[in-house]
């Protein structure tokens, strides 16, 4: 059969500039070359920065921000389209080729309706007639899922959910009824259980209307569910290219295997003991200003050295949850015990003693530690405001904190933008160990890494409560982490706490119907089982 | 720093020669301030290079005094608005509540009269004296800084390291100086640029008027104002001050382009 596209050696570079260094250029893309039939699927996948982003767009001979293609071939409906000129790249780009983002928030015009901007592209190159174009649309609302398919395309993209938002952008891409779509990690900004429902549609609607794609993602086991074929990048190259069947069961190459088998952390449970470190006895909160109640009578109980994980989608209130233990806002009923004292509600109040013992560790690193100041000054503020250790003494801690963490002496002197996204978390637990506390909240702390870096971070907190026997309140919307750290779990929808106990209980049957969505809802590394969940389930998402 | 800009280049020359003249008058200038040495309007000479003004004294000694005054009066009042906006901004946004909301409203009513206005009618009841033109110019700007600051703050306020330090316990005055500060700092530093510009302009103004700098003393707004009979006459002794006046402007304009793009831009500055 002849390739729809075929890329050959294909080189992608960009100038960087870094500070105080003169701007030279960098290849992202060293030579990578692949071909696609038809109707297939090709899942790009790999860790940030590994290209395959950049490698989707040149598809459609595209470099995002100053990024060039510099080499190589892009052959698409037997054309080289690097060779096309602006007038042939015009023609191509939101019709042969169309692209579906990763934020569908931020590419619709919140200014106009949905059907307009969904057949802009098809009448802008005279692929069909307007009516033509809106029947289509119509037709692919219906084919995605959407409600009320007739008239969805009359709405504003703020009155429509995210999962939603992104099976419109979808109905957008496949409007012109292009040769090729490129998905660029479509699922990623979603909640687990909304995911699942767009990745179904998605791939529903890929088979039905038989065109190509790319399909970009740094998650194997999504791109497992769509795919024929799946490549893995590393650093810009190609580690491993093969059926999606071979990478997933027979994985060749040592980085493939630790993808496949990431998140197979296992962790013995351990049993609760003595008088509870934290205790959330009846709390109610709600913003300031409204007249919603976020937290609903939630009591929960995590023992010294232990770990509770606080499990949910976005909107279920498990962060609220970690605002109102560290006194961010106040609780209107309720009231919260802390190593034997009742905390006060109000942040003011803490005594200097409340607020070392209760450290927390953010999603996002990058905007956890102030870009201005050192790793040493991070990590030393709080020796220095605890403890009051200064000088040498305070060197010789931060030295050993950096030990801890596995970075060492040598990143004392750096600013967190020289830092990758794993180290800079590293510095933030260490920010957190420097006060010696007995608890610390952990605020989603993997989500935003990559898969195998996020795991390293598990693994050095796992090794971290052993050593400081510290106690870990783990909010998190991932099962599979809750599975590697977890002694008990606290499930959360809409404000309550429907299902808690210990980890072996929570994780086994009888379910109620949140859970096992939730449970089920958690790609598995697995052919086919998007199909099996999607046909077994009892409920659908809140946010859906 | 290697690749400045031939326009920042220029700015920078300017500016620094403005500041340096203003510095060293009284070893550059060739004759004192208020030195009556030949007649009225006489045109440039070897003697007298920009040649003598409405009264006969030097207009180049003049001018060089002038733009003394007027380079430390602007800096002045640029450094006491910057410092009382930006600790007020700074403040309003930490703290919230109840001392943002007064503040606020009392800047938004301060900003609500006409500068000039103001000024004129604050400075027609009190001796205008060069700390009171630096007071009242100073605290007028501030409201500017003030919105800045705030606006700036609020920003950095809500994020995660912020919090992290209030979580800690750390008090107002290190979050407000070791959080906040270093990173509203690349805006403040352009704004600073052009909020001196203004000064410049503003003092200029206020002389013009006869409510700035009072005679003998004089500032380059005063200068224009004494020749300015001197236009219909042909005579371009009130044109040198007010081309001084544009080219410092734009000099520091210049300066101020180039730190704001060099601050703002994604590929620089910040990062490091």
């Not at chain 2, 919105?147 to 750390?170: F, H, P, S, T």
């Not at chain 2, 001197?230 to 007010?242: D, N, S």
Request: charged share 20%; proline share 4%; hydrophobic share 45%.
């Amino acid at each position: 059969m002849v390739n729809l596209l075929s890329v050959k050696d294909l080189k992608i570079g960009a100038t960087v500039y870094p500070p105080g260094e003169k701007p030279h250029d960098i290849e992202i893309v060293k030579g990578v070359s692949f071909d696609l039939e038809p109707g297939m699927v090709l899942g790009l996948i790999g860790e940030s920065g590994a290209g395959k982003s950049t490698i989707g767009l040149s598809a459609m001979a595209y470099g995002r921000g100053g990024v060039k293609i510099t080499g190589g071939e892009v052959w698409l409906n037997d054309r080289d389209i690097l060779k096309g000129g602006v007038r042939g790249l015009r023609a191509l780009r939101g019709a042969e080729v169309t692209y579906v983002a990763q934020s569908a928030a931020a590419a619709f015009n919140p200014a106009k309706k949905l059907m307009e901007q969904i057949v802009e592209a098809t009448l802008e190159h005279g692929r069909a007639s307007r009516s033509e174009a809106e029947a289509r649309a119509v037709e692919l609302f219906r084919k995605l899922g959407l409600p009320n398919p007739e008239t969805f395309g009359e709405r504003y993209p703020h009155q429509v959910s995210g999962g939603q938002l992104q099976r419109a952008m979808t109905a957008l891409a496949l409007c012109p009824q292009p040769d090729l779509v490129i998905f660029d990690e479509p699922t990623t900004a979603l909640d687990v259980t909304t995911q699942i429902d767009v990745l179904s549609a998605i791939k529903e609607a890929i088979r039905d209307t038989g065109v190509a794609a790319l399909y970009i993602t740094h998650d194997l086991a999504v791109v497992a569910q769509v795919s024929d074929h799946i490549m893995v990048l590393r650093h810009g190259e190609m580690v491993e290219y093969g059926t999606t069947d071979h990478i997933i069961n027979t994985p060749q190459e040592e980085y493939t295997q630790a993808l496949v088998s990431v998140r197979s952390i296992e962790h013995e449970e351990k049993a609760p003991a003595g008088d509870p470190l934290l205790k959330v006895d009846g709390v109610t909160a709600r913003y300031r200003g409204t007249n919603f109640d976020v937290l609903k009578n939630i009591n929960v109980e995590l023992y010294q050295g232990q770990t509770l994980a606080l499990v949910g989608e976005s909107g279920s209130g498990k962060s609220t949850m970690a605002r109102a233990i560290t006194g961010l806002l106040e609780p209107t009923q309720g009231s919260i015990h802390f190593a034997g004292r009742t905390l006060s509600h109000y942040l003011a109040n803490r005594s200097k003693e409340d607020l070392r013992e209760l450290q927390m560790i953010y999603q996002m690193a990058d905007v956890a530690m102030n870009p201005r100041q050192t790793v040493g000054t991070i990590i030393g503020r709080p020796l220095e405001f605890y403890f009051g250790l200064t000088g040498a003494e305070k060197r010789k801690r931060i030295i050993e904190l950096l030990d801890e963490i596995e970075l060492g002496e040598g990143f004392m002197d750096r600013y967190p933008a020289e830092l990758s996204g794993g180290q800079k978390q590293r510095v933030c637990i260490a920010r957190a160990l420097a006060a010696k506390p007995k608890l610390i909240i952990c605020d989603e702390v993997t989500s935003a890494l990559d898969p195998l870096v996020a795991d390293g971070i598990l693994k050095l907190l796992l090794n971290l409560q052993k050593i400081e026997n510290v106690a870990y309140l783990f909010i998190t919307h991932d099962i599979a982490t809750v599975r590697a750290i977890a002694d008990s779990i606290a499930v959360m929808y809409q404000g309550n706490v429907v299902r808690y106990g210990q980890k072996s209980q929570v994780l086994s049957p009888p379910f109620d119907d949140y859970t096992d969505l939730l449970l089920s809802s958690v790609p598995e590394m697995e052919l086919g089982w998007l199909e099996r969940v999607v046909s077994s389930r009892k409920m659908v998402s809140a946010g859906n | 720093m290697k690749n400045i800009p031939i326009s920042a280049l220029i700015g920078l020359f300017f500016t620094g020669l403005y500041f340096l003249t203003a510095l060293l008058a009284p070893w550059i200038a060739p004759y004192g301030m208020g030195e009556i040495v030949g007649d009225v309007w006489e045109p440039s000479s070897s003697e007298y290079l920009l040649g003598t003004d409405s009264i006969g004294r030097d207009l180049l000694s003049r001018m060089i005094y002038g733009g003394r005054t007027t380079i430390f009066i602007a800096t002045a009042a640029t450094i006491l608005s910057f410092v009382t906006g930006s600790v007020l901004g700074f403040l309003a946004a930490v703290v919230g509540g109840w001392i943002d909301q007064v503040l606020s409203r009392f800047v938004d009513l301060m900003m609500s009269i006409p500068t000039l206005i103001f000024a004129l009618v604050v400075l027609s009841v009190t001796p205008v004296t060069i700390p009171m033109l630096i007071l009242v110019m100073g605290l007028l700007d501030a409201t500017r800084v003030y919105r800045l600051a705030r606006a700036v703050a609020v920003d950095i306020n809500v994020m995660d390291y912020v919090e992290a330090a209030k979580l800690r316990g750390e008090g107002r005055g290190w979050i407000i100086f070791r959080e906040i500060l270093p990173n509203a700092l690349s805006p403040l530093v352009a704004e600073l640029g052009l909020r001196f510009i203004f000064m410049v302009l503003f003092l200029s103004t206020l002389s013009f008027l006869g409510l700035g700098v009072q005679p003998p003393e004089a500032d380059w707004g005063g200068i224009v104002k004494e020749n300015k009979e001197g236009i219909v006459y042909g005579i371009p002794a009130a044109i040198v001050p007010a081309v001084a006046i544009a080219t410092l402007a734009i000099s520091v304009n210049l300066v101020a382009d180039w730190v704001l793009n060099r601050t703002t831009s994604l590929k620089g500055g910040r990062g490091g």
